[in-house]
């Protein structure tokens, strides 16, 4: 099994020692930390191109197709993010924008994740709610994230943190041996159909998107999804599209 851990602070301090850990909990798991602090991350210009265009259009030449491929090549990936001012750091969001063009064209579906968020004071549940938010939109399904205060540095501290990260790493390692189908929710499906209408009626200037929607369907992947979910998918994007349509004039 591959796991690759996506760590978002600028030094190797708490978020660091606790992927560590559970890197030591299974020797028999090819798990691979890749500190963003040590990777080439372009800040990105917000041209838009990669998501018009397609991601081979970036000015950037950096690290981010190393990082994308090294999560392809996983069976599950960790995106931990220590707290900063309540959200994730300034290396994370980096590294959402790069690759925020995976959320208009998702590949990573039938691919486990897990959020852990260290923290020192407050906001670790928004850390938490920003990645599980973000990512499931590339395609990730989620297991329950991890929130651990590590203010005190105490020995029961370091051992509650300890039982809490390794029982969210468990249920992430039982998500990826259950090989179970994944059927979305109405919110996955509501991004779907708004995401498929901006294809279409922007097909000249964004043709990567329209290229990546044109034979879908109803969803990303071949999946039965319940009639009535299918019409309040359809309903609640319908009233968004429209809105944005309006908008645009």
Same mark, same amino acid.
């Given at each position: 099994?591959?796991?690759?851990?996506?760590?978002?602070?600028?030094?190797? =301090?708490?978020?660091? $020692?606790?992927?560590? &850990?559970?890197? *030591?909990?299974?020797?028999?798991?090819?798990?691979?930390?890749? &500190?963003?602090?040590?990777?080439?991350?372009?800040?990105?210009?917000?041209?838009?191109?990669?998501?018009?265009?397609? $991601? $081979?259009?970036?000015?950037? /030449?950096?690290? +981010?197709?190393?990082?994308?491929?090294?999560? $392809?090549?996983?069976?599950?990936?960790?995106?931990?993010?220590?707290?900063?001012?309540? !959200?994730?750091?300034?290396?994370?969001?980096?590294?959402?924008?790069?690759?925020?063009?995976?959320?208009?064209?998702?590949?990573?579906?039938?691919?486990?994740?897990?959020?852990?968020?260290?923290?020192?004071?407050?906001?670790?549940?928004?850390?938490?709610?920003?990645?599980?938010?973000?990512? !499931? *939109?590339? =395609?990730?399904?989620?297991?329950?994230?991890?929130?651990?205060?590590?203010?005190?540095?105490?020995?029961?501290? !370091?051992?509650?943190? +300890?039982?809490?990260?390794?029982?969210?790493?468990?249920?992430? &390692?039982?998500?990826?041996?259950?090989?179970?189908?994944?059927?979305?929710?109405?919110? *996955?499906?509501?991004?779907?159909?708004?995401?498929?209408?901006?294809?279409?009626?922007?097909?000249?200037?964004?043709?990567?998107?329209?290229?990546?929607?044109?034979?879908? /369907?109803?969803?990303?992947?071949?999946?039965?999804?319940?009639? @009535?979910?299918?019409? &309040?998918?359809? @309903?609640?994007?319908? +009233?968004?599209?429209?809105?944005?349509?309006?908008?645009?004039?």
């Amino acid at each position: 099994m591959k796991l690759a851990a996506i760590c978002g602070s600028p030094h190797k =301090g708490n978020t660091f $020692e606790i992927l560590g &850990m559970l890197a *030591q909990a299974h020797p028999e798991v090819d798990f691979k930390i890749l &500190m963003l602090s040590e990777l080439d991350l372009k800040d990105c210009f917000g041209c838009y191109s990669c998501i018009d265009n397609g $991601e $081979e259009s970036c000015p950037h /030449q950096d690290d +981010r197709d190393v990082i994308i491929e090294a999560m $392809e090549a996983a069976d599950g990936v960790i995106f931990a993010s220590p707290t900063y001012a309540r !959200t994730v750091s300034a290396l994370m969001k980096k590294f959402v924008e790069r690759t925020s063009f995976l959320a208009h064209r998702p590949i990573f579906f039938g691919k486990s994740a897990m959020a852990l968020a260290p923290c020192a004071g407050f906001g670790a549940d928004l850390t938490c709610k920003y990645l599980t938010e973000h990512f !499931t *939109q590339y =395609g990730f399904n989620f297991v329950p994230s991890v929130e651990l205060m590590v203010a005190r540095k105490t020995k029961n501290e !370091t051992d509650h943190n +300890r039982s809490l990260a390794l029982a969210a790493y468990e249920k992430l &390692m039982g998500a990826i041996r259950s090989n179970e189908i994944i059927y979305p929710s109405l919110n *996955q499906l509501v991004y779907f159909n708004i995401f498929k209408s901006i294809s279409e009626w922007n097909k000249l200037k964004g043709w990567a998107d329209h290229e990546f929607y044109h034979d879908k /369907q109803d969803f990303y992947y071949d999946v039965k999804i319940p009639f @009535w979910k299918k019409k &309040m998918a359809k @309903w609640i994007s319908g +009233r968004t599209i429209k809105k944005m349509k309006t908008e645009s004039r």
